[in-house]
């Protein structure tokens, strides 16, 4: 009987351990002895937990370097860590995963101002707490700490128009796949005018901005024509499909009526 109980208790906690594990096995030895540290130390491991990079499995080592497996050896140089970069260099830590936007960046008046004091990533984005980037991060508070926020503001203002526009087309396109129309080639157009369009932002060159941002709108439009074309075969689908019923109901009361008419005859 005990080892009946036993083998129950196994199995009512093995999807248990099944849901622990994952959780245990994100917890490298980094994490471990870092959320025991106070301050500067310890604090990374809280604002790390909320951010976009957790959430795609970009752990402490992915960025500092070490080897998260070595409680003692974690921090040695020989296991590849690196530490924390100071200011100026950022940019290429950062855009060892990110490489297009730091070519952008290199290329940038923020970029070339780096050693004088230009903004850089960290500055913007955060550091352990790096959130999705979207327009809402050209604001006054952090644009306004070196030039005049005016500037910022027409950035802003040129890429809100198409960003607005790029929401409603993926709206739309959500709507029709929903009804079972095949968006597939649409879906994939926009995605990827819609990563391009995103990467404009680091030129911060209002010139270019303005340029490509027209370009884009123009090709944007020939993807709102296919949607347009599509919603209204939809809708004449819907009016085919209304003015079918109507026929099969009056078809129905005809019958009725001279059904009616023949018994009443009779
Ligand atoms: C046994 C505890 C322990 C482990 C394991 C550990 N750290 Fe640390 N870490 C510390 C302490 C203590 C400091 C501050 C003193 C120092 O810099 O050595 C520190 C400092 C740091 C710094 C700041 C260094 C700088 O240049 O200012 C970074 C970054 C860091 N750790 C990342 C990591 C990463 C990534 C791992 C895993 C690969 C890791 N740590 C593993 C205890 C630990
Ligand atoms: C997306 C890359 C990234 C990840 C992931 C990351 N760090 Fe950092 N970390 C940085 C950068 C950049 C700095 C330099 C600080 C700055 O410029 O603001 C830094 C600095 C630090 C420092 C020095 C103290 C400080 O705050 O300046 C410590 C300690 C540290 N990180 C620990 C960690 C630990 C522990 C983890 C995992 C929980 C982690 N980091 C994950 C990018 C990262
Ligand atoms: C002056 C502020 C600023 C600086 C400096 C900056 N960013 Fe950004 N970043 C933004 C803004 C604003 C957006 C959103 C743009 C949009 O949605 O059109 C963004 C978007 C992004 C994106 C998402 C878009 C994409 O193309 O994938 C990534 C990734 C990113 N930044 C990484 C970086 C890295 C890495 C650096 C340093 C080399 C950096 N950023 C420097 C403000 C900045
Ligand atoms: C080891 C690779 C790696 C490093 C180093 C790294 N990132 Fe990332 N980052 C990623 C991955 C993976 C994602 C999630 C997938 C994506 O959106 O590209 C991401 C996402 C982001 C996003 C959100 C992108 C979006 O679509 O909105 C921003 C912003 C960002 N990172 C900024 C930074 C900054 C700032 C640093 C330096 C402090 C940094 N990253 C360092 C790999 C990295
Ligand atoms: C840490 C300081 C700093 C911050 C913060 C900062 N900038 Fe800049 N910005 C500069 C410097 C330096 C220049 C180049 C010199 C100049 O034109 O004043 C510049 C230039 C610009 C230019 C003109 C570029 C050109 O090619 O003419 C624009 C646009 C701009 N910034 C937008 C922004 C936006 C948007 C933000 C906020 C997301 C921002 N800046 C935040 C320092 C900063």
């Given at each position: 009987m005990k080892r009946v109980q036993s083998v129950c208790l196994a199995l009512l906690f093995t999807p248990l351990l099944f849901w622990v594990a994952p959780v245990m096995a994100e917890d490298t030895v980094c994490i471990q002895c870092h959320s025991g540290q106070e301050g500067l130390l310890g604090k990374p491991v809280e604002l790390w937990r909320g951010s976009v990079h957790a959430a795609n499995g970009i752990s402490c080592h992915d960025c500092?370097?070490?080897?998260?497996?070595?409680?003692?050896?974690?921090?040695s140089p020989e296991r590849g860590f690196i530490g924390a970069p100071d200011y100026v260099a950022v940019p290429e830590f950062c855009g060892r995963c990110h490489l297009g936007v730091k070519e952008d960046y290199q290329g940038s008046a923020h970029g070339r101002a780096l050693a004088a004091g230009g903004p850089q990533c960290v500055l913007c984005h955060g550091n352990h707490e790096v959130q999705l980037a979207s327009i809402e991060l050209i604001n006054e508070e952090s644009c306004s700490r070196c030039h005049e926020y005016e500037r910022a503001a027409v950035v802003k203002q040129t890429i809100n128009g198409t960003e607005v526009t790029l929401h409603r087309l993926e709206r739309s396109v959500a709507a029709l796949h929903r009804v079972g129309i095949d968006m597939r080639r649409i879906k994939e157009d926009l995605f990827a005018k819609r990563n391009s369009f995103r990467r404009?932002?680091?030129?911060?060159e209002l010139e270019k901005i303005k340029n490509q941002t027209a370009e884009f709108n123009q090709s944007l439009l020939k993807i709102k024509q296919q949607i347009d074309d599509h919603e209204s075969e939809l809708g004449q689908r819907k009016i085919v499909g209304g003015v079918i019923v109507l026929l099969l109901l009056l078809g129905g009361c005809i019958a009725l009526l001279i059904r009616k008419s023949y018994h009443e005859e009779e």
């Open positions: 500092h370097g070490g080897d998260p497996t070595d409680f003692a050896m974690a921090m404009l932002f680091h030129t911060v």
